[in-house]
């Protein structure tokens, strides 16, 4: 018995005894093959096939276009030495012939669309390949294509409602990663649906991935005003604080005060830990690492900015131009954040990059405690000691801890040790 097998999720298929026939048929062809066999129990007037396809005002020849083209599948069964005949047609309708052991995705996707259990919805899931007939199109058949536009909309509704029983299952039985890889799934195909970024951010406070949550919620925040140039709504908002409360009360594990370096500095206190110690500090802090790369200054700086740009976008939005634009002599990702490009200067002093970069630390210690922690000290570059021991001595910012990597007490160490705070002046 013949075997056919016609995929319309995803790029169409046509395999007869699991062969692909698509290249030996027309268009046409294949837009009758696909209508019929998505309403496969169904039987055709064939003047209502005709007019699907071909101009509806001239009679004979659409029908006889229909014959040529049912002719033409017929013949192609008989190439194959299939005796049976594809169709069951009289003069006046068509369908396909259900004696041919026939599989349409659709009607195994459409059947287990209701399905609860977990392993036949995974299943079901895999099943849809893409949009139907996705990228198939038929000039001049305004109605079939017609057609092929409510269809996709009723496939991917059905989709969406396996994929939110999915992530409603995966959160229940606590296995997030695959809830978060559904709503991603849900997200590539509604990319401005604020519901599904609060579900992610969500997910990521309740695991306790502080930076992920942050992340989607910035990332929220982005396709909004690119796409639609308006602000999350409230949930979204109340969940940014929830996120930012939740980073206040789980600060890092509190330092013996063995490891404080700099006793005499009020406000921006400084520590030294051991290299098998930083894992127990390291939660929660943003994790910077220098490396022997002599010359190259600014390097562990770059690497602040790029921390901060990651963890703290929707606080950048709100910085001055005029701080973004120095440093982004140091590191340009933050341009993105510029309002007015136009207006800004040509050159930044090095003074001027770090006062900038001081001001921004100092406004997200504002709305959080900061941790800022470097491990293998001794390579750090000298412009970025130079900001730190900036920092220290000038004692703006009230609300951070820096610890040091190091296994040994080396000279750029003693130099911040010594340090006095509270000059206001550089």
């Given amino acids: 018995m013949a075997k056919l097998k016609i995929y319309l999720l995803g790029r169409v298929d046509i395999l007869l005894n699991d062969e692909s026939i698509l290249d ?113 199109y038929i000039k001049d058949s305004p109605e079939f294509n017609d057609w092929v536009f409510y269809e996709r909309e009723k496939f991917q509704r059905n989709y969406i409602k396996v994929l939110t029983k999915l992530k409603d299952s995966y959160k229940e039985r606590r296995e997030y990663q695959k809830a978060i890889k559904i709503l991603e799934d849900k997200l590539s195909i509604n990319p401005l649906k604020e519901s599904l970024y609060l579900e992610l951010i969500n997910i990521y406070i309740q695991i306790g991935d502080r930076n992920k949550a942050l ?29 930012m409360n939740r980073n206040n009360k789980r600060d890092i594990k509190e330092i013996p005060e063995s490891k404080l370096i700099n006793a005499k500095n009020k406000y921006s206190n400084l520590y030294i830990i051991k290299e098998y110690d930083k894992e127990k500090f390291r939660e929660n802090s943003i994790f910077l690492e220098s490396y022997p790369l002599g010359a190259i200054e600014y390097y562990v700086l770059s690497e602040l900015i790029d921390k901060i740009a990651k963890i703290y976008d929707q606080i950048l939005l709100n910085i001055d131009d005029s701080d973004l634009f120095n440093i982004c002599f140091v590191n340009s990702k933050v341009q993105r954040y510029i309002k007015d490009k136009d207006s800004l200067l040509n050159m930044a002093t090095k003074i001027n990059i770090f006062k900038s970069l001081e001001n921004i630390i100092k406004q997200i210690s504002l709305e959080e405690h900061m941790t800022i922690m470097i491990d293998k000290f001794k390579f750090i570059d000298n412009t970025s000691l130079e900001f730190i021991e900036f920092m220290l001595y000038r004692e703006n910012v009230k609300n951070i801890k820096i610890i040091i990597i190091s296994d040994e007490y080396n000279e750029k160490i003693k130099k911040l040790k010594n340090i006095k705070g509270g000059k206001n002046e550089y």
């Fill in 24 to 136: 030996k048929l027309s268009h046409k062809s294949i837009g009758i093959l696909t209508y019929m066999a998505e309403q496969r129990n169904k039987k055709f007037n064939r003047n209502k096939i005709a007019d699907i396809f071909w101009d509806s005002n001239d009679f004979d020849t659409s029908r006889y276009n229909l014959r040529y083209n049912i002719w033409q599948l017929r013949k192609l069964f008989k190439q194959k030495n299939e005796k049976i005949d594809p169709f069951i047609s009289d003069k006046e309708t068509i369908s396909l012939n259900n004696n041919i052991d026939i599989y349409v995705d659709v009607e195994e996707f459409q059947k287990g669309v209701e399905n609860q259990d977990i392993n036949s919805l995974e299943k079901i899931k895999k099943l849809y390949k893409g949009e139907f007939l996705e990228g198939f």
């Fill in 215 to 243: 992340h989607h919620y910035n990332r929220c925040v982005k396709r909004l005003r690119e796409e639609l140039n308006i602000s999350p709504a409230i949930e979204i908002k109340n969940a940014y604080k929830n996120i």
